[in-house]
């Protein structure tokens, strides 16, 4: 008796691993709304919530802009990171079809602006360099590391 009862534990268990698992790929591999609707639900919605309005622990995705999602999640700085395994050269978790995926989703949801910036990096470095010593290196640190 015991034995039937570890026995379907189990398989409840590797069925369960195995639904975690297809989900997962299967969402790493398209870049439309519905894959980033997957990939909210298993990332994002513990501290967003699932119906993007926020919680405690994070605020509303509802009015957020396309281009802070990219920087977010492109940067690494989502999803969270525990703050006791904090690294100041974060690396994102998902690839830019997972990125777009989320984006997405999320844009879909938003009343957020959907506006994507150009950024021209063609430049002078040493007036950049120049300007943020004097003006931002104070509080973000010379190396920019906070």
Known sequence: MKVDRRFRRGACYALGLFFVLVTTVRAATGSDAETGKTLYAIHCSSCHGATL???VNAPSLRNVSRA?????LGTGRMPA???????????????PAQIASL???????SRGSTIMPHVDNTGDLVR???????????CHGVTGSG
Do not use: K
Request: hydrophobic share 45%; proline share 5%; aromatic share 18%.
């Open 103 to 109: 984006t997405e989703f999320v844009m879909s949801q």
């Open 128 to 138: 950049g360099r120049t300007l943020f010593i004097m003006n931002c290196a104070a």
């Open 81 to 95: 990171h525990l703050p006791y395994a904090q690294d100041i050269h974060q690396r994102p978790i998902f690839s």
């Open 68 to 72: 802070a999602l990219d920087f977010w």
């Open 53 to 55: 309005y926020g919680s």
